[in-house]
């Protein structure tokens, strides 16, 4: 049975960070889902008292925890809601795909430049800022006809997709819902970099500003729950997407229990950078969020590592886009291309032709040059390396 716990706040402040702006301070508020009676569906599965079979990794336990590994275990998770052992998982590594020419990225919609109140927080697994929570829906994008709404994003440290099968430090998800409740995910991978994130710069202020003088200790300011009215406008999508719009799409998952599936991911294959003290802070927020229960290392370098391991493709068939080739709305600019391509390869026949043509003369030329020579007919170059390297056939 799945329950949304919700723990009275011990402390509400409103504080104003900006001229007009109003952000509400909540401590001790959790957001996340839990099974009630089952224990946890962490990533460092550490029920108490029981012992489940799991696979390859032995015997999950608290003392071998096998953390994701575990959530496929109907008897560990105890739900017949649990997916997690389906065939349609995320995250997966995303490389063998087919380029599909029929492909068209989203198209975003945002009305009154995006959203000025939002709720930001730290859950016991990932850092999120919700839209949803805040009422707000002025974000929006359209893709394969059906339009989806902005409820939230967060991250997880390091990245849950492989791109060649490589992980990179941090991965963005987007989750939008359409009004019949189909789920779609933009993925981002995200990089550390040198320079600090402007977009991510904004939550950081709220939270350093809005904890200011409120007792909060030190490593708890990125974690508290802050909810935000008149801030600075969020428009995610222009100020926190790749420039490109190449994208990897196919069917899948949520990547923490019950991983219900039929979740269309959307991921782009471009990085976006963050800085050095982004990527910490988003770690920290995490880390000392009061209801984290145990993360720890999940087997990857990183402690606190939040991303569920890569789960296998199956019979799935992960499509690209590429704006390399195609532009979207612009089918005239793949032909155009496809001409190009076709006037490259016919340019590069005609080259060859010349240059066999011109081997096969020089051939017959040096033949027909060593045989003028016997007759006394040789150029004065030819004459002198006779003379020089052949003086015996003067
Ligand atoms: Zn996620």
């Known amino acids: 049975m799945v329950t949304t716990t919700i723990i009275p706040e011990a402390t509400h402040q409103v504080i104003s960070i900006n001229e007009g702006s109003k952000v509400s301070l909540f401590a001790n508020e959790i957001h996340l889902s839990v099974v009630e009676n089952i224990g946890a569906w962490d990533y460092n599965y550490t029920q108490t008292g029981t ?18 590994y575990c959530w496929s275990e109907v008897i560990a998770m105890g739900s017949t809601t649990n997916k997690c052992g389906g065939t349609s998982q995320t995250p997966i590594n995303l490389v063998q795909v087919s380029v599909d020419k029929s492909l068209r990225p989203p198209t975003f919609k945002v009305a009154s430049g ?4 939002w709720v930001q927080f730290a859950d016991d697994h990932a850092y999120e800022v919700s839209f949803r929570d805040a009422g707000c829906s002025n974000m ?27 992980l990179h430090d941090a991965e963005l998800h987007m989750v939008h819902a359409s009004a019949t409740g189909d789920l779609l995910v933009l993925g981002v991978m995200l990089d550390v970099a040198n320079t600090p994130s402007d977009f991510l710069s904004m939550f950081w202020e709220v939270a350093e500003k809005g904890s200011q003088g409120q007792g909060v200790p030190a490593e708890e300011i990125y974690s508290q729950e802050y909810e935000v009215e008149g801030g ?43 800085g050095q003290t982004d990527y910490d802070k988003l770690l920290a927020a995490v880390k000392f969020e009061k209801y984290t229960i ?24 992960v499509l690209k886009y590429s704006d390399q080739i195609f532009t979207a709305d ?31 003369m020089m051939l017959g030329g040096g033949s027909r040059g060593s ?17 020089t390297n052949e003086p015996q056939k003067v």
Do not use: M
């Open 114 to 117: 995006g959203c000025d109140a």
């Open 294 to 317: 145990t993360y720890q290392n999940n087997g990857y370098a990183i402690p606190f590592a939040d991303n569920r391991p890569i789960q296998p493709v199956n019979s799935r068939t």
């Open 51 to 68: 012992t489940v079979p799991c696979g390859l990794n032995g015997v999950c336990s608290a003392t071998n925890k096998c953390g994701p």
């Open 371 to 387: 045989g003028k020579g016997n007759y006394g007919e040789v150029t004065s170059a030819n004459t002198n390396e006779v003379a």
């Open 232 to 274: 600075s406008l969020v428009n995610a999508y222009s100020q926190f997407l790749p420039v490109s719009r190449s994208f990897f799409t196919y069917s899948g998952s949520l990547t923490t229990y019950p991983c219900t599936e039929g979740v269309r991911w959307i991921f782009f294959e471009q990085p976006i950078n963050i």
């Open 330 to 360: 612009d089918d005239e600019v793949f032909y155009s291309y496809r001409l190009s391509i076709a006037g490259v390869i016919l340019g590069g026949l005609a080259l060859l032709i010349v240059l066999v043509l011109c081997i096969v």
């Open 140 to 166: 929006k994008l359209e893709y394969a006809g059906q339009e989806y709404t902005l409820l939230q994003f967060h991250f997880h440290a390091p990245s849950e997709h492989a791109i060649g099968g490589g």
